[in-house]
T-cell receptor, first 114, second 112 residues
Framework: GENVEQHPSTLSVQEGDSAVIKCTYSDSASNYFPWYKQELGKRPQLIIDIRSNVGEKKDQRIAVTLNKTAKHFSLHITETQPEDSAVYFCAASTRGGGGNKLTFGTGTQLKVEL | DAGVTQSPTHLIKTRGQQVTLRCSPKSGHDTVSWYQQALGQGPQFIFQYYEEEERQRGNFPDRFSGHQFPNYSSELNVNALLLGDSALYLC???????????FGQGTRLTVV
């Protein structure tokens, strides 16, 4: 089955700096890669996703890049703000054709310091 | 739109007991997936329901079972509870297998 590894497990940055979180996946059939943000005691919230036919996607301060050959994808947050502090999870899925089970990474605790 | 709702929010059970958790999907969604999130870990896929049938299943024992009703709501049942079943149980809904999954706020289960 699919295996997703995520690094780093914790990340501390100064406000205004950039943050990068990296994930690798094992199943070459995976074609959908969402990123979720989970604040303490709250539900995971989808912040951005990318499909395997695209190499990069951007939404304001957040961007995701995908390298299918190397089977890795990354989340980039620019101009970080204190409200970006949370746990971020990457996930991989094979969408369509009978299900969209998400396999999650182990999470990255991002702390944005003033 | 109420989004994905789960009940109850918190639950304490004794080892060996049985528990039922409930999930109502987001309006317009017909597919419900259940995940177990242990403290400090990423969510782990339990199973997914579509058209009232289990479509996919993760590596969880038969003590974990579920059901989907005609209105697309779903239940997760866990029998013979173990201390290790203590976790946040998350429900996610989507429309078929081709749209993003939206999560409920979860049910925090504590087994003592």
């Amino acid at each position: 089955g699919e295996n997703v590894e995520q690094h780093p497990s914790t990340l501390s940055v100064q406000e205004g700096d950039s943050a990068v979180i990296k994930c690798t996946y094992s199943d070459s059939a995976s074609n959908y890669f969402p990123w979720y943000k989970q604040e303490l005691g709250k539900r995971p919230q989808l912040i951005i996703d990318i499909r395997s036919n695209v190499g990069e996607k951007k939404d304001q301060r957040i961007a995701v890049t995908l390298n299918k050959t190397a089977k890795h994808f990354s989340l980039h947050i620019t101009e970080t703000q204190p409200e970006d502090s949370a746990v971020y999870f990457c996930a991989a899925s094979t969408r369509g054709g009978g299900g969209n089970k998400l396999t999650f990474g182990t999470g990255t605790q991002l702390k944005v310091e003033l | 739109d109420a989004g994905v709702t789960q009940s109850p929010t918190h639950l304490i059970k004794t080892r060996g007991q049985q528990v039922t958790l409930r999930c109502s999907p987001k309006s317009g969604h017909d597919t419900v997936s259940w995940y177990q999130q242990a403290l400090g870990q990423g969510p782990q896929f339990i199973f997914q329901y579509y058209e009232e049938e289990e479509r996919q299943r993760g590596n969880f024992p038969d003590r974990f079972s579920g059901h989907q009703f005609p209105n697309y709501s779903s239940e997760l049942n866990v029998n013979a509870l173990l201390l290790g079943d203590s976790a946040l149980y998350l429900c996610a809904s989507s429309r078929g297998s081709s749209t993003e999954a939206f999560f409920g706020q979860g049910t925090r289960l504590t087994v003592v």
